[in-house]
Structure formats: C-alpha cells, structure tokens
C-alpha cells in the first residue's frame, strides 16, 4: 500500500465553482473560457500567441506541421525526455538525432547539439526536463547560424525562468501540457506559444479541423481536431489563479530534500543554473543501485516516477532506426528516480519522504 | 438575430451531478467513468470493444493507423461527407478515391465503389450520412470479394439501425464522436469499435503515447495522447441514460418535418431504406436556389447548417490531388438545408421552424 502518491492534482472547490459556471450557461465548448484562458497565459509567458489546444502532445504534433517538418528532414532533441518529444518527430516521418544532455543539468548540451548538424538539419528540439531551463543564448545562437528552427518542447516547464525570461517565451514555437500532474492543470491540455502571425494563423486552422475561419464548412488546409473544451480552460483558470503560491510550495518542498539529500553524500541532485528559475515539476535523484533503492522507497510507502529510465533511442520505436550512445543519458537514465513534488504534501509528509530516502540508501 | 439555433446539447443537472462526484472524488483524468462509458456504449452498439478517445477525428486516425494504412494506399470514400472523413485519409498519406452517394439516402453507392477498385485500393470507408446506414450487406460483400477492409466513420450514426443491427457494429473497425452538437454528448470525445482482439490491443496502446501497458515510460510503437477526461465520460454517461428519450424525440421532429414539406412539392427529404432506422443527426432538405432560400430562413431567425456545401474534392486540400466529378454529390451540396433537429425544440419551435420554411420557398 503506498501512503504518499507521486502526484495529486489540487482540484477542489475553485476549479469546480468555475465548471458549474459554465453548465449554469450551458456553454462547454471551446469558446470564452478557452479565449480568457489563453489571455492569460499569453500575458504569463510573455507571448505574442498562446493557442490552447486538447493536449501537450498534439501541440507539439501542431507545430511540426506549422513549420513544414517533412519525412526526411532531421530533427535534433535530447537523449533523454519524454517519449512525446520523440514520437512527434516520428509521426512527421523525419529523422531524431540524438544530442547528449549534461550530466548535471540534465538538459541539452549546446555542444552536443552542433555535433550533430548535417545538411539534413531542419529543426533543433529542446526540453527543459522538469522545468529546468535549458541554455537559450546559446542554443539560439546555433541556430541563427545554421539556419534551423528552435522549437521549444515546454510540456514541464511552466514556472520556471532562464535569465529572467519565462520559460515557454523561447523558440520559433513552444508548446505546453497542462496534464494532471503538472505544476497546473486542465487535466488534459496544451498550449502553442508563438510571436509569429503567420504560424499563429495557421494553427489556428489546424486545431479546428482546417476549417476556413470565413466561412463553416469550406476546409481550406489538412487539419486536426485539437480544441479544447471551456471545461477544462475553466479549470486552467482557476488553477492559474493559484499558480503563484504553487510555485513557491514546489521551491520550499525542493530546497527541503536539497538541504536533506546533501548531507547524505550519495545523492546527486539537478544543478540549476546561476539566473535561472526552476519550475520543480519534477524532483529527481540520482543513486547507484537505483532498482534496489526505488523498490525500498516504495515499500516505505512514498510512491516515486524514473523520468526517464531510458534514453529516447532505446525505447522499440526508435530503437530500430538507430545506433545512438549517448553517455550521459545512459548514465542518468540508470540512476534517476523523482520524488513526490507537488502543492498539496505536507511538511510531515517530506519528513517522510526524506527519511524514507535516507533508510533506503543505507 | 437567430431565435432558434441549429443545435443545442441538452446539458444540464444530470450531467452537472456526474460530473460534481468527481470533484468530490479528485479524478477526473481517463479512469473509471470512461470505463464504465465505453461498457455501456459497447453493450449498445453490441460489440466485443469500445474504446473511448478524446474526439472522432482521433477515432478515425487511429482506426486508419491500426490497420497500417500507408503512405500511396487507396481508400475509397463517399465523395459527400464531413470534412475528417477525408482528412485523416490525407493524414496518412492514402489517396482518397471519391464514390458517388445515392441521390435520395445520402450514402455511398456500392455500384461506385466497385467502380473505384484497383490495385491499390486498401479499405473502403463509408460514413453513415445524418444517421442513415449504408448497405452494408452489399458493401461488406464487395470488401471481402476484393480482401478490403471495412472502416466505418459512424461518427453521426449512434442510434441508427442497419436491418436491426445497430450502426456502429459493421466494419473492421468503426468509429464514432460525441461532439457538442451529436445525438448524445461528451463535448469533444470519440469512441472506436472493433472485435477483433490484435486491433483493440494496439488501440489501447496508441491512444495512450504507445506505452507498455506492463511498463511504465516504455513505449513500444508510435501513439499518441487520445485519451478522454473522466469529467467528460461522466457527462457522456449521463446523455446515454437518456439516449432512447433523445432519439424518440428526434424521429418525433422528422415525422413532423417529413409530414409538413412533403406536402410543397419542392422539398427533398432524406430516403430512409425500409428495415432501416435513422438516427436524425441532421435532418437535410433539398431545394432549388437553396442560397436565396437558405438565406430567407435565416432572416426569418431560424439557424441551419448545409452538410456539406462542397464535395469533398472540391475543398482546396483535396481539389490539388484531385479531377473527380461525382454527380449526385454534386447535385445534393447545392441543394442540401439542414435543419435545427434536437430534443430541446419545442412544437411551437417546429411549427415555427416549418412556417418559416414554407415562406422561404413561395
């Protein structure tokens, strides 16, 4: 039995008043809510566009389709992320091509990224992991040299801050999940963020079935399905109302294990960067013996997530097309586990956690 | 200023109680509503799977991905439908092949799609046009005859009949939206159909980011984010307790609709096969100068629709690829009015709705 559950959302009274809002005026599609909802994060993230959409991963699918990714065209990403990162360059019929990210950061490595620029070269990919900012001066730079897309996959990185710039600000594109277990939520969700009118117009179009927005009916681009219900934009209302006091919760609940795990001498935690802001979407550490550690953990009762026990190239989708080797996301795939982080965990519960950690190194 | 508009869903206290219990509950992400939904709606539709997904046009990109239609792949599809029909034809890559649709049911010919075969051709993927079923029998005779499969875009057919078997339940794989405006309603959602075992397994596993359903963060083919909201499904729950009232109340409408116009002489009204049952989505009409006609109806503050103004080869994503002419098609998208159809009307609503009519065409 697990006491201590990796993540609970904190939906309660506010998110509901504003759901029976909307059933009051019987109105649940995408409409104003979507529209209020879109406003503010657009204001938050310091955007010329945010356009919600159902989920992070369409978003990202959205924008690939945006920028003309064809079969064909490569891709750069980092090693290690979430499988979204990697299936959407696959679903377009491009090529991944693996950058290493840093071994204490845990995004990716400017470096690594220049390496593997061939003529092939159409898009680099990041992914601040957890909400950890990746190098932007530089990856921008790279890419203005070469002549390549930046698109930001920002699924974990609402809150967080590279040199006082909001995450999700970056990039020809980025995109956003607001799934349950975010830092907040629509339970299912995304958001597009771009400054560009032209991509901002065509997704738009894109999200509503390629529809011409002059005329019902008359579909004037492929298109998909991707709006979101003012259900959920409601809810993403009512959760970004708070989002402030979440952050802060999130940064205590961090610098509690931080001040625990140091003293340990065995626990490696994520390095952030002088000037950048941490979302703490997610809190990872990395042990040796990590399975044995992981099920101990869990047998005290905290319930914990491996993000990501394996490099995006070993999972069987990428696996065939690829010999990739990437050290340092072999190395931190092997020896992660993340911890409960999330608003609602009591100064007794990371008591908990902590020891329970601590006994399971031993 | 409309006073009657085309379609408004009937959401009110059941729903808005369903929906409460999972805030009271905190789950309200794809868990036990959503399986209790697609239990019901696969007892209804009589099929060995339903598997419920965020909306239709997901429904039909996953069926199209399921059974591995590829790029250069030939589907033959009826030349008069909703948008998605062929969109998500588009989406993988397939060619689309336009059949013609009868010029009185509204649905693909099985004369045309023979027609249509050659070489290339992979499925055929009929759309049950407001509700009215193809004819299967013929049309399933034709898939196994030439080894095609069957994929039915039932996206408007909950509640209609086949020769007492419910639509729905034909093809390889079938499926279905719950949009605001349908029969029943989850706001956005979809659902598919299958029995055959390999297919539902694969579906599981694409609607939710290809991950093993033994392991967590590994993923074993390319999926995607489909999965629907438990906050939706629980709405979706509460509709299907009212489903037969729905669908009386709608053929109630049709009666008096059919009773009224086919008294003018001018009016077209959508054939129903005998041993067939309509599920009255849309209830067309077809007249001469419809633009003049359909514009008098509006001014006279009755909201309508015209499914569809164009065939489908005629909207610019499909007109590039594309020199068919299909006469019927052709005929019906000039001519097509549809009319508000939905519980919520009142007779005095008909009545008025009928009148309006009435005046349009003198």
């Not at 609970?8 to 998110?15: A, F, K, M, T, V």
């Not at 609940?253 to 979407?281: C, H, L, P, V």
């Amino acid at each position: 039995m697990k006491k201590i559950p990796w993540a609970i959302p904190d939906i309660g009274e506010d998110e509901f008043n504003e759901v029976k809002k909307l059933f009051d005026i019987n109105w649940l599609s995408m409409g104003p809510q979507t529209a209020k909802f879109e406003e503010a994060m657009k204001a938050y993230v310091n955007r010329k566009y945010a356009l919600a959409v159902n989920n992070g991963t369409t978003a990202l699918d959205i924008a690939f389709k945006v920028l003309g990714i064809k079969p064909g065209d490569e891709i750069i990403l980092p090693a290690m992320t979430y499988i979204a990162t990697g299936s959407m360059v696959l679903n377009q019929g491009a090529v991944p091509v693996y950058a290493d990210i840093d071994r204490y950061t845990f995004t990716i490595m400017p470096e690594a990224i220049e390496k593997c620029i061939t003529s092939k070269t159409k898009a680099v990919l990041t992914m601040d992991y957890g909400g950890n900012s990746c190098d932007y001066d530089i990856i921008e730079k790279i890419c203005r040299k070469h002549g390549l897309y930046l698109i930001v996959d920002a699924a974990q990185s609402l809150g967080g801050y590279y040199k006082n710039k909001p995450l999700g600000s970056f990039g020809d594109i980025a995109t956003m999940s607001f799934h349950s277990a975010k830092v907040m939520t629509t339970i299912e969700g995304g958001m597009i963020f771009t400054d560009n009118d032209n991509y901002a117009e065509k997704i738009m179009i894109m999200r509503n079935q390629g529809e011409d927005p002059r005329e019902k009916y008359k579909h004037i681009m492929l298109g998909y399905n991707a709006r979101l219900t003012d259900m959920q934009a409601a809810i993403g209302l009512a959760q970004f109302s708070k989002i402030k006091k979440y952050l802060t919760r999130r940064a205590e609940i961090a610098q509690k294990y931080i001040k625990a795990f140091s003293q340990t001498g065995k626990i490696q935690t994520i390095k952030i960067e002088k000037d950048n802001k941490m979302a703490w979407f997610l809190f990872p550490i990395l042990v040796e013996n990590r399975d044995e550690i992981d099920k101990k953990i869990n047998e005290f009762g905290v319930d914990t997530r491996r993000c990501y026990h394996l490099p995006l190239y070993k999972h069987p989708m990428f696996s065939e097309y690829s010999d990739a080797y990437c050290e340092n996301a072999e190395y931190i795939s092997a020896r992660v586990i993340n911890l409960p982080i999330f608003p609602k965990l009591t100064d007794k519960n990371i008591d908990f956690i902590i020891e329970a950690v601590a006994n399971a190194i031993k």
